[in-house]
């Protein structure tokens, strides 16, 4: 059964945590992405709640977390901040991080950091931050999909989506990725919901707009940023990466190169999800989350 606590950090927010399971088991905290909210490990949770501690929180600016409305509340070391806070305030000593998109951009911060309280990681369609600036750069078809970036960083888009209606935001924001039919008409109405609140969509907006990734236009030659060209650190942990392969926003060439970043990698590719896999294809991210999670092998050989 599922627990709902308020958890006041150390950051100074407070986030609205959802726990799962049995607080002796192995910690797992699960991070998700835009636009959801814990609610994107629904499919996911009940696989695992019996083997494993699961802390699901709404990240700040998301759903029943606090909403800070300046763009430097959401710097991606503040972020990656929060993870550790979280784990101090819950009383947990040692993690696993699972992450989906936005979740999983602040897993691979807080892998890099080489933290020995974080035991393992696991990414569900989220790119190396490396990869993908090299991406968003070199290559076109990447680029492409990602000017929605250049677009949700625009001042006032949050006055465009609110004119227009949340309802006009989920189809144009699932409708690219997703059958819609898959989602509840319940879903829908929290995802309305958590979007509605005052001052709620410009703090998931912040998220884009506090990030260092550089989105140039399409046809715009650029140099690679002077941090891809330095040395950049290994992660240590075991990782598992999960992928969707039918992600329309995050190409599957995020995948190429990822074991020259990554010391000790599995990668587990889902031919029928796109981006939303946590709740698209929860069997198979859970069947895969699983035994990694156990400390068993990763669910397919190595990339």
Aim: charged content about 20%; cysteine-free.
């Amino acid at each position: 059964m599922t627990e709902f606590r308020r958890v006041a950090l150390k950051t100074g927010v407070t986030l609205n945590v959802a726990l799962a399971g049995e607080p002796a088991n192995p910690a797992v905290i699960l991070l998700h992405g835009f636009p959801e909210s814990h609610r994107t490990w629904r499919e996911v949770a009940p696989r695992l709640e019996h083997d494993f501690f699961l802390v699901m929180p709404d990240q700040r600016g998301f759903a029943g977390s606090d909403l800070p409305q300046d763009v430097q509340d959401y710097r991606t070391d503040l972020l990656i901040d929060e993870i550790f806070a979280l784990a101090d305030a819950l009383g947990i000593e040692r993690f696993a991080l699972v992450g989906h998109d936005w979740g999983g951009a602040i897993a691979w911060g807080a892998a890099l950091r080489g933290d020995p309280r974080l035991t393992r990681l696991a990414i569900i369609n989220a790119p190396h931050p490396v990869i993908f600036q090299k991406s968003v750069i070199e290559n076109e078809e990447q680029r492409l999909a990602s000017q929605y970036i250049t677009a949700f960083r625009t001042p006032g888009f949050e006055k465009v989506v609110e004119a227009q209606g949340f309802d006009w935001f989920f189809d144009t924001t699932f409708a690219r990725h997703v059958d819609t039919s898959q989602v509840s008409e319940e879903e829908r109405r929290q995802y309305i919901a958590d979007w509605s609140q005052p001052g709620a969509f410009n703090a998931m907006l912040n998220w884009y707009r506090a990030a260092k990734v550089i989105v140039p236009p399409p046809g715009l030659a650029l140099p690679l940023p002077d941090m891809l060209l330095r040395a950049f650190p290994k992660v240590k942990v075991p990782t598992l990466v999960i992928w969707g392969m039918k992600d329309a926003a995050l190409l599957p060439l995020q995948l190429e190169g990822l074991e020259e970043l990554v010391d000790d990698l599995s990668v587990e590719r889902l031919p029928n999800a796109g981006h939303f896999a946590p709740w698209e294809a929860g069997d198979a991210v859970a069947d895969a989350l699983g035994p990694f999670l156990a400390g068993q092998a990763g669910a397919s050989a190595p990339a």
